[in-house]
Structure formats: structure tokens, C-alpha cells
């Protein structure tokens, strides 16, 4: 017998059942929550992915760009599923599949056949490189194994070959996204800067942002204030591609030529200042025109935010189209607020999300009760708690930085909510307490056409306000008794 | 296997040679002479493999492969229930596993069953001091939260081989403190050429670390069989087990759909092992014959043709009374599915259908599309061996083309050659296929859709394969203007 944990031969014994109901209370018990807050080592149903995820969604923001994964192709295989079921859409990217050997020789070899195989088959204008763990566990040089490519003859002379050390036992997709997005602009608008020149344009990033509704409302925006823009890695189309008989590998993505002249734009907005910090910081020291660093616009003030300073850099009026917007936006809230107006909600995401969610619960007069960060930083938790403070709604709820959703389904247990926001993962806490989950979140797996419907702007508001409203509306009419079931609500 | 030579109109050996030649027009040198070898016209009455097999990866082709961890831990070991299975390692691989391959379970979340996340994400310092004392940490911690739990799996992403993290020794001792099976599973992305090394790994660790450490507390009769190779996606197991139960056998266990660990160790006790799977689960059916005794049988349920064959195939290695049921329900199911047939053949009859898949379906799932009066003009495998090609030469149609770990280019060009009616394969080819107006099935997750297997899942296969093929969509793709 091959028992090598030397383990004692027993009977199979089923678990009784008054054990399994004992368990199945205590996991919903304060002290089992005291328990669980109580783990050191073990991370359970995380909310944040790697670094390399992130990367591919920037790459992908690109006209004509081929993500290239440096590692092994089971690492490829991860991203672009991942990515084909959030938007039920195409997501090619290769890989230059390290194997065992790579350990011994490191990656040049394959990194360099791999570049030669993806230029002939997949024609790309540009290459991004990210790398998964192998190549940073056995530490590869990216910069001299690029180079020698290009002085090998393995790419093009001008074929732009940005590349970014995205480690997954470091940060999260949203650092990931940072390190590619920084690579591209940096390899982009190298010498691109020209004295004097201004090309009048906005350059908005909308950070990490995994909906493409969002994307396609900037460039509305934009263009009702009559400004010209250069919306830095739009996935609006390579996620959100028609459907009419051909495939196209680059189906959409920042034309390179307009990213190349960002550098001598008018001005540039970040809109994911969590996503985008490093990328940020780099503008701020290089790009020609005004930095402007600004939350994700989610809720009515943070759109707001937004549009004022639009006004004010391009020196124009807030449109009367958007303002009209603005006025049913807040229309749809008031006439909905009692609906939400002290709902208690659990919420978790990435920084940029959360720090929307937020803002667009307090302004409903809801409570975001549990915040919960599965990567946060002490400067997200800083800027949640000032947003609780400032608002009677903020009173008693509670920021949990660094948590996973096994906490949060201790939180949802204990300490009941109405509702949770989030992604398709905290479908399960979401069961167990009984409450709905609204999927604003990144990845949605379970509902369709999410990534279509914006969160952002005044529109996003109408959104969500119809999306939670009406679900609390669903529930009324399913579970009250029938002598309280009427034709109004 | 079928003794006929199928042919299909307007496909020749040349024909398809010359397809090939065309897809491999585009590589670079070395790349062709990589590519070549992979992608081979089928010799039909051969019934031997057309292609080379179970090679790298060629780089920066865009290949649709997992990895070993991908292997353990999304194929064997995810699929047991009621163990506790650690992605050992930094977040990510554990993330997009989480519940991406429907296998269901049965059972209590957090409770009798752990379809979670688990994971020590790893940080910097975790690479840099290595990980092995997080690991007994985090393992006193899982016992503690989830007290149910028959065991607990570690599976070893790929910075923990890299670094030297002994998770063996690791396991050893604290499966000893807590008095709990802890299995450590060295399954590095980085191992093999795909996701086969991890099934094969992960066999090997049932059999260094599970069999035989269980005995079924009930008596042994002669009807106790093993379902081996059966993952349960969208409720498999549970229809394969009733029609198994309904001529008579006893399944003591299954491997690993729906699992339960300690039936899995007592597996040892079983008369027949009836493996649907092959190429996941071989390894441990050898192990078993050769250390045990028992036989072991392939079989295939999908579609009614091939469930008749394999249900008399079952019966041979039993007495007259299993014989007898499985005439009774061969004899009970035929009108059904004759009736099944009758509906959707009509729409259905013809069409062509080209797979890529990854362990058994690229050839077992052929019979059940020709039932439905539909032809296969192309298959493939992401993670294939030799021996599974040879099972597939049969099955395929004579001339057709057979393709291994092929790159997104060369399916894309095959499809644009066939014109196939619709398209079997995973979520990154869905999207390509269904843009250019092809119909497609997810062919490993059956689509959120499912059981496919025995009886009950013909039903299903066959409205899901129709509604695909005959969606009033597909006429909306071409605009009228």
C-alpha cells in the first residue's frame, strides 16, 4: 500500500446529520465570524485577480494590438477565458508557453520564436508583453531580450514591442493594467513630444474599467461638449464588436497614431486614480497640458466633478443636453429614493469602484454598511472613511480593507444588509443571506449584456437606480403577503 | 467502433491535404515544420493516429491549452466535494478556476461541500522566504473553519517549484497534527506540455496518497463498479450513475464528478472500473488492474447508438441478470429516443459539425451527432496522446481532417474551408466562431447548458445541438442594406 502520509485505514463513516445542521449554524455565528476575521494565511473566494489580467484589458485598449503573454500558455488560457465570459466576446492574445526548461535556459528562446510566430500569423501594429510568474520568479530580463528580438530580426524594426513586469504575487489586475498602460504610452510617445505643439485635445483614461457602456459614455460626453478626445485604451469596440458575418482579430482600440500624440494633448484626465497611479504620476512629469487626476465619475457629484472640469479646461459651458441629463437623472432619484433611502447595502470591488459606489449610496440616502476591499490600500480607506463622515448616511458602517468575501458572507450573516453590490462572485454570500446582488462589478459571469449598461455618468445613475429599485420592487411583489400584493408600489 | 468506411461529399485526402498546406502557408519556417506533423488527413480503416501529439506548445500561435495546474486542480481534484483544495501560490490560478468549469456538487456550501476559493496568495515576501510555514498556517486555519472536511488537497502553482517550497514535507507533518488526509499535489502550471502532465500527476497522487486508505463500511456484492472519468459538468454523473444503477450496478464511487474523497480511497473494493474519460483518468485504472485486479472498461454515453453498444459491452462482464436489465432499458429507451430523433433529425440531417475539444469528446461525441443525421468533417484535442488519436481514426470520417493543439489561425482557416454548420469547442473560440455567423456549442462546459450523458442527456444534446444550428438569429447576422 502507497499510503504515504502513513495514514490509519479506516471505514468510510458518513458525517451525521444533526453534525452537518450544527455546522451549517455555526458558520452563520458570531463567533465563527470572530473565527474567520481571526485568519492569518488562508484567503478564501478572493475579490481580485493578478496583475496579468489587468494588462491584457489595457493591451486590448489598442488599435492592432496582440497581448502577449511571456510564461506559460495555461496563463494565457486564464486571462482570456476570464475575459471572453465577462463580455461574451473574443479575446485573442498569445503566449510563448514556457515550460520546465524555461526554468533552467529562462524565456529568451521562446520569447523571441514566439514574437516571430504572432507577426507572421496574427499581423499586429503593436505587441504588448506582460509576464506571468515564471519569468519573474526566475527573474528574465525583458528589456535585453526584447532588443536582441529587434536586433535578431525576430520583429520588425518598426513594430512597437512595449513590455511590463506585471508579477502576479504583487498587487492586483489593477496594477497590472497600470504597468501595461504606462509600457504602451511610454514606448508610444517616445520622441512624439513636440516644443509648442498642443493637438486641442482631452485624453481621458478611464482606468480598469471592464464596461464598455462606460467607455462609449465618455465619448458621448465628449462629444456633446463639442471636445476632441483620445480615449486612452478603449475597449469599447475590441469588447463590444457587431455581430455581421466577419471577425476581425483587432476589432477596435485607441488608434496608435492619437495615442503616439497624447503626449502634446490639451489636457489629461485619469479617471482611475487607483488604476492608473504609476501611469498617472508619468504624465504628470512628461505630457504637455493639464493633469487632472479625478474619481470615477459614479453617482450625480462625481459626474459633476467631471463635466465642471471639462467646462473649465476647454473653457466651455456645461451643454444643455448634459444638463437636461443631469436634471432626469436626479429626476429618476428622487422619484425612486424611498425605495433605497436607508437600505443598508454590503459593497466590494476594486478602489475605483468602491469609491463610487459609494458616493452614488450616500447621495441616495442608503447606507453602504459593509465596505469590503479584498486589495485596498490606507489611502482608499482613508478617502472611504472621509465619504462616510461627511455624510448622515455613513454613520455606522464600516470599511474592511484587505478581506475576502468569506468575510463578507460572515458580515452578511451577522450583521444583515438588503443588498450587496459586487460581482458575479458574491453570488453565493448573496444566497446564503437571502438578499439580491446587483453586478456592477468586474467579472459578471451570470447576466448578460451588463458590460453594456454604463455605471458612469448621469445615465449610469438611471441605471443603477432602476436596476436596484426595481429588483427591491421584484422582491415586494414576490414575498408579501397577498393581502398587502396591490397594483401600485 | 464503426466498421463502415464513412466518406462525406466534396472531401478527398487531397482535398484536405491541401487545406492544410494552406493553413501552414503563413508560418515561418520553423513554425511550419513544427505545425506540420499536428495536423493530418484521417485514415479512416487505419485506425491508427494521423498526427503527432502531446508535444510543446509552439510559441506565439495562440493555442487554446491549459496547464498541469489546470489539470489538477480544474479536472481531478476540483471536482471532489467534500475536500478543501488549496491553490498554493499567487491569487490568479485559483481566481479564474473558481468555478469556471461546472462541475457540480452536491452537498452544503462551506459546509459538507467547498466549491470556494482557497488560496495562500502569495506575496513578494512569500517568493523571496518561500511559502511552507503560510502553508501549515493556513492549513490549521482551513481545519478550524471548515471542520467537515474529509481532507484537504494542496496544489502547487508555479512559483512554489520554482522556489523550492517543500509542500510534501509540509503535508506529511501537519496531516499528522490534525489528523486529516492533507494531499499535496506537485502540479506546477509550468510541468509538461499541458493540461495532461496534471491529470497524470494527480493519478499518481491518489495513488501514492489515497487508495486504499478506506474501506466501505457496507458489504461487497458483485454488481460494485467504479464511474472513473466522469466530472459531473452540468449534472453528468447524475445521470450516468442512474442509468448505471437502473441495470443493476452499484456505484460505489466516482472519480471524480461530485467526489467524495473517502469513496474515492476505497475504490481498491470494487469489481469494474467503467472509465468515460480516458485520457484523464487511464492512469489510475492501470494502477488499480495491475495492483487490485480489476478490470476496467471503457465506454461512451453519449447519444443512444453508443450508449446501446456500451451497455452490452457493460453487461458481458457480468451475470444474466445484468444482461437481462440492460436489454429491459436498452428496450425501455429506444422508443424514447427514437422520438428524440424524430423531432430535431428532420432540422438537423446533414449538417456538418467540427469539434475541438479536450479529453474524451472530440471522438465520443461523434456517434451522437450522426444519430441526429449530422456528419463530423473536423476534430481535434487541446492535450490528446497517441493512443487517444488511434481511438479517434474510427470514428472520424475517412479524408477528414484531424488537428492537434492547433492554433487559433489554423481553426479559423479549416473553418472558413469546411463551412461547418456548427462548431463544438471552448468560451475563446465561442466569440470568433458566432461573429462570423457560425453556429457554436461550448463543448466543454456544454454551454450552462446540460447533462449531455446516457439517456437523459440525449434530450437535452439534441434540443441544445438544434436550437444552435436552427436559431432564427444566425438569419439576422447579414443586414439587408
Known amino acids: 500500500m502507497a499510503n504515504l502520509l502513513g495514514l490509519e485505514v479506516k471505514k468510510i463513516v458518513e458525517t451525521p446529520p444533526e453534525e452537518i445542521e450544527r455546522v451549517q449554524n455555526w458558520i452563520n455565528s458570531e463567533e465563527y465570524k470572530e473565527k474567520n476575521f481571526a485568519r492569518q494565511a488562508l484567503v478564501i473566494n478572493p475579490a481580485h485577480a493578478c496583475q496579468p489580467l489587468g494588462a491584457q484589458l489595457a493591451a486590448h485598449g489598442f488599435e492592432g494590438t496582440l497581448p502577449f503573454v511571456h510564461g506559460s500558455q495555461g496563463c494565457a488560457s486564464y486571462y482570456r477565458s476570464t475575459l471572453n465570459r465577462h463580455f461574451r466576446e473574443p479575446a485573442p492574445a498569445v503566449s510563448d508557453a514556457m515550460t520546465e526548461d524555461g526554468a533552467v535556459f529562462g524565456g529568451q528562446n521562446n520569447l523571441h520564436e514566439g514574437l516571430e510566430n504572432a507577426v507572421a500569423l496574427y499581423k499586429p501594429k503593436m505587441i504588448a508583453v506582460f509576464t506571468s510568474c515564471m519569468p519573474e520568479v526566475i527573474g528574465d530580463d525583458l528589456t535585453a531580450f526584447i532588443k536582441n528580438a529587434r536586433s535578431k530580426g525576430h520583429v520588425p524594426k518598426d513594430l512597437p514591442v512595449p513590455f511590463a513586469n506585471t508579477p502576479s504575487f504583487s498587487g492586483t489586475h489593477i496594477n497590472g493594467y497600470d504597468a501595461m498602460l504606462l509600457s504602451i504610452l511610454q514606448n508610444l510617445t517616445e520622441g512624439k513630444q513636440v516644443e509648442g505643439r498642443c493637438t486641442g485635445k482631452l ?25 476632441p478626445l483620445t480615449l486612452l485604451a478603449d475597449i469599447s469596440d475590441t469588447f463590444d464588436s457587431p455581430c455581421n458575418g466577419t471577425y476581425s482579430i483587432y476589432a477596435g482600440g485607441t488608434r496608435l497614431e492619437d495615442a503616439a500624440d497624447s503626449i502634446n494633448g490639451k489636457a489629461t484626465i485619469t479617471l482611475g486614480p487607483y488604476a492608473t497611479a504609476k501611469t498617472f504620476s508619468w504624465i504628470k512629469d512628461t505630457y504637455s497640458g493639464k493633469h487632472v487626476s479625478l474619481s470615477m465619475p459614479i453617482g450625480i457629484e ?27 437623472a436626479v429626476d429618476a432619484m428622487t422619484d425612486a429614493q424611498q425605495y433605497m433611502h436607508g437600505k443598508k447595502f454590503a459593497v466590494y470591488g476594486d478602489p475605483d469602484y468602491l469609491t463610487g459606489y459609494v458616493a452614488f449610496l450616500l447621495e441616495m440616502g442608503a447606507r453602504p454598511y459593509h465596505i469590503l476591499c479584498s486589495r485596498g490600500s490606507k489611502k482608499v480607506e482613508k478617502e472611504l472613511q472621509a465619504m462616510l463622515d461627511a455624510s448622515a ?7 474592511y480593507m484587505n478581506k475576502d468575501l468569506w468575510h463578507l458572507r460572515s458580515l452578511v450573516m451577522t450583521d444583515p444588509v438588503d443588498a450587496i453590490i459586487g460581482d458575479t462572485h458574491g453570488k453565493f454570500a448573496a444566497r446564503d443571506a437571502k438578499i439580491p446582488l446587483f ?7 451570470d447576466r448578460v449584456n451588463r458590460h453594456r449598461s454604463p455605471i458612469i455618468g448621469y445615465q449610469g445613475v438611471i441605471n443603477m437606480v432602476s436596476e436596484i429599485c426595481n429588483k427591491f420592487l421584484d422582491i415586494k411583489d414576490e414575498t408579501c403577503e397577498d393581502r398587502y400584493f396591490e397594483m401600485m408600489r | 467502433m464503426s466498421d463502415k468506411i464513412k466518406n462525406i461529399d466534396g472531401i478527398t485526402k487531397e482535398s484536405t491535404q491541401a487545406m492544410i498546406d494552406d493553413a501552414l502557408a503563413a508560418y515561418p519556417e520553423k513554425g511550419k515544420k513544427k505545425r506540420a506533423p499536428h495536423l493530418g488527413v484521417n485514415d479512416q480503416g487505419s485506425g491508427s493516429a494521423c498526427v503527432k501529439s502531446n508535444k510543446k506548445t509552439v510559441p506565439g500561435v495562440m493555442s487554446a491549452r491549459g496547464c498541469a495546474y489546470a489539470g489538477a486542480k480544474g479536472v481531478v481534484w476540483g471536482p471532489i466535494r467534500d475536500m478543501v483544495h488549496v491553490s498554493h501560490g499567487p491569487v490568479g490560478c485559483g481566481w479564474y478556476s473558481w468555478g469556471t468549469r461546472r462541475n457540480l456538487v452536491s452537498g452544503i456550501n462551506g459546509v459538507t461541500q467547498f466549491a470556494m476559493q482557497f488560496t495562500s496568495d502569495f506575496q513578494e515576501k512569500d517568493i523571496v522566504y518561500g511559502g511552507d510555514k503560510k502553508l501549515k498556517t493556513l492549513l490549521e486555519e482551513a481545519v478550524g473553519l471548515f471542520p467537515l472536511a474529509k481532507g484537504i488537497s494542496v496544489l502547487s502553482e508555479c512559483p512554489v517549484g520554482l522556489i523550492g517550497d517543500d509542500i510534501n514535507s509540509v503535508a506529511k507533518q501537519s496531516s499528522k497534527e490534525l489528523d486529516l488526509p492533507i494531499i ?15 491529470h497524470h500527476i494527480s493519478n499518481d497522487t491518489i495513488r501514492d496518497y489515497i487508495i486504499e486508505t478506506r474501506e466501505f463500511a457496507e458489504p461487497s456484492s458483485p454488481y460494485d463498479i467504479a464511474l472513473i472519468g466522469d466530472y459531473n459538468i452540468g449534472g453528468d454523473v447524475w445521470s450516468a450513475k442512474a442509468l448505471l444503477e437502473e441495470i443493476g450496478l452499484n456505484v460505489k464511487s466516482v472519480w471524480t464528478g461530485d467526489g467524495e474523497l473517502e469513496k474515492i480511497a476505497a475504490t481498491h473494493q470494487v469489481k469494474l472500473n467503467l472509465i468515460h474519460c480516458y485520457r484523464s483518468m487511464n492512469y489510475m485504472c492501470k494502477v488499480m488492474e495491475e495492483k487490485y485486479g ?4 471503457e465506454f461512451n454515453f453519449f447519444g443512444p447508438t453508443k450508449i446501446r453498444q456500451s451497455l452490452r459491452a457493460i453487461a458481458e462482464r457480468f451475470d444474466d441478470t445484468i444482461k437481462e436489465n440492460v436489454e429491459r432499458v436498452i428496450a425501455k429507451y429506444d422508443p424514447i429516443m427514437q422520438a428524440i430523433i424524430d423531432e430535431y433529425k428532420p432540422r438537423l440531417d446533414g449538417k456538418k459539425v467540427m469539434l475541438l475539444v479536450g479529453g474524451l469528446r472530440p471522438r ?15 476534430s481535434g484535442y487541446e492535450f490528446a496522446h497517441t493512443d487517444d488519436y488511434d481511438r479517434t481514426a474510427s470514428e472520424m470520417p475517412d479524408a477528414t481532417v484531424v488537428y492537434d493543439d492547433p492554433s487559433e489561425y489554423e481553426f479559423e482557416k479549416f473553418a472558413h474551408a469546411l463551412k461547418p454548420d456548427l462548431i463544438g469547442s471552448g468560451i475563446k473560440e465561442k466569440y470568433v466562431f458566432q461573429k462570423m455567423g457560425i453556429p457554436f456549442r461550448q463543448m466543454h462546459s456544454w454551454d450552462y447548458s446540460g447533462p449531455y450523458h446516457a439517456y437523459q442527456g440525449f434530450e437535452i444534446f439534441a434540443r441544445d445541438v438544434d436550437m444552435a444550428v436552427n436559431s432564427p438569429t444566425w438569419k439576422l447576422v447579414k443586414a439587408p442594406f
Not at chain 1, 307 to 325: I, R
Not at chain 2, 191 to 196: E, H, K, N
Request: glycine content about 12%; hydrophobic content about 35%.
Open chain 1, 393 to 399: 448616511y455613513g454613520a455606522g458602517c464600516k470599511i
Open chain 1, 439 to 445: 453586478r456592477f462589478g468586474f467579472p459578471v459571469f
Open chain 2, 364 to 378: 465520443h461525441t461523434i456517434g451522437a451527432y450522426e444519430d441526429l443525421g449530422m456528419e463530423c468533417v473536423g
Open chain 2, 294 to 297: 480489476i478490470p476496467w472498461l
Open chain 1, 203 to 227: 485624453n481621458l483614461i478611464a482606468g480598469c474599467d471592464f464596461n464598455t457602456g462606460d467607455y462609449r459614455e465618455y465619448k458621448r460626453i465628449a462629444k456633446e461638449f463639442g471636445i
Open chain 1, 302 to 328: 462625481k459626474t459633476d466633478a467631471l463635466l465642471m472640469k471639462l467646462a473649465e479646461l476647454f473653457d466651455k459651458e456645461v451643454p444643455q443636453t448634459l444638463k437636461d441629463e443631469r436634471g432626469r
Open chain 2, 184 to 198: 499535496p499535489c506537485n502540479c506546477e502550471g509550468f510541468r509538461g506540455v499541458s493540461q495532461s502532465l496534471g
